[in-house]
């Protein structure tokens, strides 16, 4: 998969994906990435998943992970925090 800064990623999908993507029985499908590690090459690691697309408007969330950004500022450290709403309905 190519970013939209044209960095490659490599998933790694297990269980009943990789053989869903085997048998090329695959429309329709969201694939989601998280970077687990990115070598010299800049070829990002993840372990990612495949979920169907969403049939309609889906307005509540299934997950909500929390992020904490930190940042040396100076002598000090800045620190952001944000939650990343999943919406799938699978």
Same mark, same amino acid.
């Given at each position: 998969i190519f970013d939209k800064n044209r960095k490659f990623t490599r998933i790694q999908i297990f269980g009943k994906d990789i @053989?869903? =993507?085997?048998?090329? /029985?695959? !429309? %329709?499908?969201? =694939?989601f990435v998280v970077k687990e590690a990115e070598n010299r090459n800049g070829t990002v690691y993840s372990y990612g %998943?495949?979920?169907k697309k969403n049939k309609g408007a889906y307005y509540d969330y299934l997950s909500a !992970? $929390?992020?904490? =950004?930190?940042? @040396?500022? %100076?002598? %000090?450290?800045?620190?952001?925090? /944000? $939650? *990343? *709403? =999943? *919406? /799938? @309905? @699978?």
């Open positions: @053989e869903r =993507i085997k048998a090329r /029985k695959n !429309p %329709g499908l969201d =694939i %998943g495949v979920t !992970p $929390r992020f904490v =950004i930190k940042k @040396e500022v %100076g002598a %000090g450290v800045s620190v952001h925090v /944000k $939650r *990343y *709403y =999943i *919406y /799938k @309905e @699978e």
